[in-house]
């Protein structure tokens, strides 16, 4: 074995993978439920799956806490609904202490806001400083269309209660052509107004909406052709109202940050299709049955639950992680410039979590 523990986790060399990237941030989805079915994101009639196939909030404890050890610095939950889990306050407050310890310099979430009026107060208290609220549209005809169960009114309320309790609150927008693609000026001054960063992102092809053609085979997802927006036609089309000045600020995550000059606050772009940011790559995903994704993009993964589950000692687990970030590959190949779906993951972005 490579990894034996050492006596103090600050010990264990970090994480670094064949391209000489160091991995010290983790995305952990915790759970495939949610009380939304957003129509890029799931299908409206979801097979969730069986309970005994998540990961317990103690597993999950388990896992991110030898991430941890092992130089994870960064902490994002998600899901699904992460906030639909039951006792998930549990698990924030265990993840807490690793903020304490001053172990990880970051615990936050991605969350659609349906919950947060409930929980904004509890997650300021553990130490969350920042929110990620996904939001498409600020119409509420559209929003109950977009996220189909969604009611925009319990979101904004939501968004309200994270900066009543001190959280820094960034949006997240999924840019869709012909359906919120009128409303981006809207939103930069919504946004700007409220002291709210905005992060526009490109749809992906996750999760199989494939269909098939008569002779049988099946082709890339003509929805997600039909709903893709380059974001550099969003930027052209924000520069004519609004001065976006480059800017170097960065989250650790993959938006590039610019700020406008007119509301002072940030605007990013995730582009994953346009421009490739993987030679940076710092991250890898954790499913809720504990698959670990090295690339959002590629298939290969580790059973990080069978390693759980098969032994009490953490070294094991600390070895397995280490051995699958020997195999991050460089990059994905998700590519739309052929005008079809190349690379298309039947993963459904709920199951990996953004
Ligand atoms: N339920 C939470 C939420 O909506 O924020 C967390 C999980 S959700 C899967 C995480 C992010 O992925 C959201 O911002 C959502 O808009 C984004 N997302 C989902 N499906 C996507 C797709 N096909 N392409 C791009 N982004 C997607
Ligand atoms: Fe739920 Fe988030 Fe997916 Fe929408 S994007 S269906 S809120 S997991």
Same mark, same amino acid.
Not at 30 to 35: G, K, L, N, P, Y
Not at 203 to 223: L, T
Not at 244 to 250: E, F, G, M, P, V
């Given at each position: 074995?490579?990894?034996?523990?050492?006596d103090?986790?600050?010990?264990?060399?970090?994480l670094?993978?064949?391209?000489?990237?160091?991995?010290?941030?983790?995305?952990?989805s915790?759970?495939?439920r949610c009380?939304?079915?957003?129509?890029y !994101?799931? &299908?409206?009639q979801m097979?969730?799956?069986? #309970?005994q196939e998540?990961?317990?909030? =103690?597993? %999950?404890? *388990?896992? !991110?806490t &030898?991430?941890?050890?092992?130089g994870?610095? #960064?902490?994002?939950i998600?899901?699904? =609904?992460? %906030?639909? *889990?039951?006792?998930?306050?549990?698990?924030?407050?265990?993840m807490?202490?690793?903020l304490?310890?001053?172990?990880?310099?970051?615990l936050?979430?991605t969350?659609?806001?349906?919950?947060?009026?409930?929980f904004?107060?509890?997650?300021a208290?553990?130490g969350?400083?920042?929110?990620?609220?996904?939001l498409?549209t600020?119409?509420?005809?559209?929003?109950a269309?977009?996220?189909?169960?969604?009611r925009?009114?319990?979101v904004?309320?939501g968004i309200?209660?994270a900066?009543e309790?001190?959280?820094?609150?960034?949006l997240?927008?999924?840019?869709?052509?012909?359906q919120?693609?009128?409303?981006f000026?809207?939103?930069?001054?919504w946004c700007?107004?409220r002291?709210?960063?905005?992060?526009?992102?490109?749809v992906?092809p996750?999760?199989?909406m494939?269909?098939?053609?008569?002779?049988?085979?099946v082709s890339g997802d003509?929805?997600?052709?039909?709903?893709?927006?380059?974001?550099?036609?969003?930027?052209r089309?924000?520069?004519?109202?609004?001065?976006l000045?480059?800017?170097?600020y960065?989250?650790g995550g993959?938006a590039?940050?610019?700020r406008?000059?007119?509301?002072g606050?940030?605007?990013?772009?995730?582009?994953p299709l346009?421009?490739?940011?993987?030679?940076s790559c710092?991250?890898?995903?954790?499913?809720?049955?504990?698959?670990?994704?090295?690339?959002?993009?590629?298939?290969d993964?580790?059973?990080?639950?069978k390693?759980?589950?098969?032994s009490?000692?953490?070294?094991e687990?600390?070895?397995?992680?280490?051995?699958?970030?020997?195999?991050?590959p460089?990059?994905?190949d998700?590519?739309?410039?052929r005008?079809?779906?190349?690379?298309?993951?039947p993963r459904?972005?709920n199951?990996?979590?953004g």
């Amino acid at each position: 074995m490579t990894d034996l523990t050492a006596d103090n986790p600050a010990d264990l060399p970090p994480l670094i993978d064949p391209f000489a990237r160091r991995i010290d941030y983790l995305r952990v989805s915790v759970t495939d439920r949610c009380d939304f079915r957003c129509v890029y !994101c799931m &299908s409206e009639q979801m097979q969730f799956l069986p #309970k005994q196939e998540l990961l317990t909030l =103690e597993e %999950l404890d *388990r896992l !991110c806490t &030898s991430f941890v050890d092992l130089g994870v610095r #960064k902490l994002r939950i998600t899901g699904g =609904e992460p %906030l639909v *889990r039951r006792n998930i306050m549990w698990f924030f407050e265990r993840m807490g202490r690793h903020l304490q310890s001053g172990a990880l310099r970051e615990l936050t979430l991605t969350t659609n806001g349906s919950q947060l009026r409930r929980f904004a107060q509890d997650l300021a208290q553990i130490g969350v400083k920042r929110v990620n609220v996904s939001l498409d549209t600020l119409d509420e005809a559209k929003f109950a269309r977009i996220t189909r169960w969604g009611r925009l009114a319990q979101v904004l309320d939501g968004i309200d209660a994270a900066q009543e309790a001190g959280m820094a609150v960034k949006l997240n927008c999924v840019a869709l052509k012909g359906q919120n693609d009128d409303e981006f000026h809207a939103m930069v001054e919504w946004c700007g107004a409220r002291g709210i960063d905005l992060v526009f992102i490109e749809v992906m092809p996750m999760g199989d909406m494939s269909i098939s053609s008569e002779d049988g085979a099946v082709s890339g997802d003509p929805m997600r052709l039909d709903q893709y927006l380059s974001l550099e036609d969003v930027r052209r089309q924000l520069a004519e109202r609004w001065t976006l000045s480059d800017s170097a600020y960065s989250t650790g995550g993959p938006a590039r940050y610019t700020r406008c000059e007119e509301t002072g606050a940030k605007i990013g772009f995730i582009t994953p299709l346009s421009h490739n940011f993987c030679e940076s790559c710092n991250r890898v995903r954790v499913t809720c049955t504990g698959q670990l994704f090295m690339c959002l993009g590629q298939d290969d993964d580790a059973d990080l639950r069978k390693v759980l589950r098969a032994s009490p000692d953490d070294a094991e687990l600390h070895d397995a992680i280490r051995r699958a970030i020997a195999r991050k590959p460089k990059g994905h190949d998700f590519d739309y410039s052929r005008q079809r779906v190349d690379g298309q993951m039947p993963r459904h972005m709920n199951v990996t979590g953004g």
